[in-house]
């Protein structure tokens, strides 16, 4: 409780503190973003505690999110613009880059001088958003049109590459999303309006988030490593279909089963004190049936008012409470979102989730399959625009899936508390009153789950026609999965035996490999030439580029070209560094990363990129 003992009544929003005039310091004005500047600034409203104990609503310049998703997408940007190759962007000369990269951290500083001042509403607003996007457009630009992984190469710095095995060296390529990122996260606090100590909590918090889902992707990375120094099971994991897909859920199911414990780490969790409201917590998941899990208080130094159940492992199922929530709610109301959290537990919504976004990702290998089937292959662009569609359908309909479960968790607290005014008032008391009546993409607005819950509490066929439509859902997304595990058997099953002569080639097998091309007939003679001149040049060569370039040399000198080439591509497929300059050379328009197999015309045969 604050100083004096007393705490705002349950459910309502203490009020707002006045906004700091602008004054000078030193000289200058003091560009603090006051409460209530810009246009939109009734947006995003946090509790707060001001240093001398009183609560104030505080609204601040950077929105404090979890940057796990951010992360992905600069990941998909950094190797969008390796897989750019020697074209476009890697054209762009070295200095480029790092000029670009400092004057894009010095944006936060330079716009808040320019932006921040009375009387300029609209122009602080936009700068606080362009500061929030600031991190991921400065990855794409940095990377798409300035060439930024062409510069490290360039330096020789060790980057290595997004498009091959995953390296802990290809988060390099990840550094201007991290920096930019420090540059928005400083300034975000810098910029505040809040005590110095609540700024210091900002800046802690978002830097811990940052930090977590970096560590997030290096857990990812470095559960692959492993399999880096076992060849023969990382070629059949990037060349067998079934067995990469069996990898892949593998992988996730191991990511997700450690998540918590990063979590645990990377936030600071804490054990729930021990007191009445634990007390009332421990009661609840008793009566819910969920009495393993864990109660854990989540320090956001006040700036986050939220709860979330993580993780589906016993021992590892963690249930999160933010400090600032703690502070906001009364015991009654904390047990109503406690009950909400248990709803999704009980009615087991993500394994729902799951089964939704697994069978949509599926169902795009299976349908460009289809179409070859059918005698319409797709092109790139097809291929690409098909993604996008399934993307934005996903979008929607996942939003839609995930609005009724959040209805259907409401009810579970409805059920386990016999009242909606709990969950109603925490609902409420935790909103701005701009955002009473605004849905989000994942929830209705705090006023249609409360008269959602009303409705449900007066007459219990409301609870049962939801679930009913929840039914429907997820036997369409049973239907979604099976279907797309059809397709994606199916085209496993077509494309088996050249995937089994890839494997063969790329293993130096190449006596399998003639065997299995000439089965496949027309369409894999030039495989069948490659693995027949393998079979008698390459037998016994040593793993060594410099093996494999004196034996090329000397089929260039006794006049075989062709047999030149053929040698370089498949030291190539063995995964030998530095055979591209040789095929260059030759006059064969090699891949420009070390990592890539997909081979153009006038080498091997390109295959078709899987997901």
Same mark, same amino acid.
């Given at each position: 409780?604050?100083?004096?003992? =007393? ?20 000289? &200058? ?27 104030? &609503? ?18 998909a940007l950094a190797g969008w613009g390796e897989a750019q190759g020697a074209g476009g962007a890697a054209s762009a000369p070295c200095w480029a880059a790092p000029v670009g990269l400092l004057l894009l951290a010095a944006w936060p500083r330079l ?97 811990? =988030? ?11 990375? @470095? ?79 006040g700036w986050v008012a939220n709860a979330a159940i993580v993780g589906f492992l016993p021992g590892l199922r963690l249930v999160l409470f933010s400090d600032g929530l703690l502070f906001s709610l009364g015991r009654r109301e904390l047990c109503g ?20 976004? #697994? ?8 349908? #460009? ?6 005698? =319409? ?70 006023? =249609? ?17 939801? &679930? ?31 995937? &089994? ?47 494999? @370039? ?10 075989? #070209? ?50």
């Amino acid at each position: 409780a604050p100083a004096g003992g =007393q705490r705002p009544a349950a459910g309502a929003l203490p009020a707002a503190r006045a906004a700091p005039r602008c004054r000078r310091r030193s000289g &200058r004005r003091d560009l603090r973003v006051p409460p209530g500047c810009g246009a939109g600034s009734d947006r995003d409203p946090v509790v707060k505690v001001a240093d001398d104990g009183r609560p104030i &609503r505080f609204f601040p310049p950077l929105r404090p999110v979890f940057h796990l998703p951010a992360i992905l997408l600069a990941l998909a940007l950094a190797g969008w613009g390796e897989a750019q190759g020697a074209g476009g962007a890697a054209s762009a000369p070295c200095w480029a880059a790092p000029v670009g990269l400092l004057l894009l951290a010095a944006w936060p500083r330079l716009g808040a001088r320019l932006c921040l001042a009375p009387g300029r509403p609209r122009l602080a607003w936009l700068w606080r958003r362009s500061v929030e996007a600031l991190p991921l457009l400065g990855q794409a630009l940095l990377s798409l049109l300035l060439g930024y992984p062409a510069c490290l190469e360039r330096l020789g710095l060790p980057a290595g590459t997004l498009l091959g095995w995953p390296r802990l060296e290809g988060l390099l390529l990840l550094l201007p999303f991290v920096v930019l990122s420090l540059a928005a996260i400083e300034a975000g606090a810098r910029y505040s309006a809040a005590p110095r100590a609540a700024r210091r909590s900002l800046l802690r918090y978002q830097l811990r =988030q940052l930090a977590v889902g970096l560590a997030a992707l290096a857990l990812a990375i @470095l559960l692959c490593a492993p399999l880096w120094l076992h060849r023969p099971l990382r070629v059949w994991i990037e060349e067998f279909s079934p067995a990469g897909a069996a990898w892949t859920a593998l992988l996730a199911a191991g990511f997700a089963g450690l998540f918590p414990l990063l979590l645990w780490l990377g936030l600071g969790l804490k054990p729930l004190p021990a007191g009445p409201l634990r007390s009332d917590f421990e009661a609840l998941t008793q009566r819910a049936g969920q009495a393993r899990l864990s109660l854990r208080l989540w320090p956001t130094g006040g700036w986050v008012a939220n709860a979330a159940i993580v993780g589906f492992l016993p021992g590892l199922r963690l249930v999160l409470f933010s400090d600032g929530l703690l502070f906001s709610l009364g015991r009654r109301e904390l047990c109503g979102v406690l009950a909400h959290e248990l709803g999704h537990a009980r009615r087991r919504h993500v394994l729902l989730y799951t089964a939704f976004t #697994v069978g949509f990702l599926g169902a795009w290998p299976g349908l #460009v399959f289809l179409c070859e089937r059918l005698g =319409q292959p797709l092109s790139a662009g097809g291929e690409l625009a098909l993604l996008l569609g399934l993307g934005l359908l996903w979008l929607v309909l996942f939003g839609a899936l995930s609005r009724r479960a959040e209805l259907d968790a409401d009810l579970v607290a409805l059920e386990l508390l016999g009242a909606s005014e709990p969950l109603e008032t925490a609902l409420l008391g935790v909103s701005a009153p701009a955002q009473r009546r605004r849905r989000s993409w994942r929830h209705f607005s705090p006023a =249609q789950r409360g008269l959602f819950l009303r409705a449900a509490a007066a007459d219990p066929a409301v609870g049962q026609r939801l &679930r009913a439509g929840l039914r429907s859902w997820r036997l369409a997304a049973g239907l979604l999965l099976l279907g797309s595990g059809a397709l994606a058997s199916w085209a496993w099953s077509a494309g088996a035996a050249e995937e &089994r002569l890839w494997i063969d080639l790329r293993l130096g097998r190449y006596g399998e490999a003639a065997q299995r091309a000439e089965a496949l007939g027309p369409r894999a003679e030039r495989l069948r030439e490659r693995a027949e001149l393998g079979r008698e040049l390459a037998l016994g060569l040593p793993e060594s580029s410099a093996a494999w @370039l004196a034996a090329s040399r000397g089929e260039l000198l006794a006049g075989r #070209v062709e047999g030149a080439r053929g040698l370089l591509e498949l030291g190539r497929l063995r995964d030998l560094p530095g055979l591209s300059a040789a095929l260059r050379a030759l006059g064969a328009p090699a891949p420009q990363d070390e990592g890539a197999w997909d081979w153009p015309e006038g080498g091997l045969p390109a295959r078709r990129a899987r997901p």
